[in-house]
């Protein structure tokens, strides 16, 4: 670790090892199965915890400073099969920052009046404001994976139908694609996190949620149903990834068999990506400057009239 203001904190440089392999920005070719969902990055789970605990006290300095900023955004997308571990994720690596500054959604099945709107109308209108953090547990790509898997909910969104051809799953590539780059061009930052889990994993967890009445909720019968889709799954993605994966909003493919060695490689990119933006808490105007000052000096007189008057009256009573 490097010194970072008056703590011992992670600059970019040092977790590059945690964040690059694992980005896709669209400047080379991505093969979903190259990446391995057991990976551990060399570490073990206590060193992870101790870098996620640092990054997270990086974070919420950085947020403190995008906030009081208020001349950028942040968007974190989250997306992965279900029992991911999305969730946690979000938990984790965001707990301690300040509520005000950080929104969350997720995203289920559309409402009646989210289909009488475009597909991403529901989240354009959850979008971060500047100075703020926005999270989406799912998001408008949901209208390539899960919708794209299953045919018959694309029937369902009314859409002309000399408009449902075959090209359209291209179009919504170019459509969420060109939207980023709008996003990226007026001051959000994004940043897509797909948390790949291995099926065998995703078996594990299913079968922890049933055995354990605690987590009973968890578990719904349409997740077996989705699991035995697994394949159609794992190539809406790998299309996902190649053709939405740019510079200004690239996707991290984040290994999900352990949960602790996610929680590194997402709060690592996040302050990597943070850091780059040179944020500071902005300088007072002069004339500002000196009202802050009169204002101080006054409180100051104050303290010393109210320190002085209790000396009085003993005398007086003497």
Known sequence: MVKHGKSSQPLAKDLKR??????????????????????KGGIDKDTAQK????????????QEMLYAQDRWSLLLIFQGMDAAGKDSAIEHVMSGINPQGCEVYSFKQPSAKDLDHDFMWRSLICLPERGRIGIFNRSYYEELLVVR??????????????????????????????FEKYLARNGTIVLKFFLNVSKEEQRKRFLDR????AKNWKFSL????????????????????RHTSAKHSPWYVVPADHKWFTRVVISSAIVTAMEKLDLKFPEPEKARGDELKRVRDTLRKEALEAVGTPKKKKLDGA
Not at 225 to 231: G, I, T
């Open 18 to 39: 945690f964040v690059d392999p694992f980005r896709v920005d669209g400047s080379r070719e991505c093969h979903l199965k190259a990446h391995k969902p057991g990976e």
């Open 51 to 62: 870098i996620t605990d640092t990054n997270r006290g990086r974070i919420r300095d950085l």
């Open 149 to 178: 898997v299953h045919p018959e909910i694309l029937a369902k969104e009314r859409i002309p139908p000399e408009l449902m051809t075959k090209n359209i799953w291209r179009e919504r590539f170019e459509d969420i694609a060109a």
């Open 210 to 213: 049933l055995e354990e009445p």
């Open 222 to 241: 349409g997740d077996v149903a989705e699991r035995a889709l697994w394949d159609k799954y794992q190539a809406a993605y790998q299309d996902v990834l």
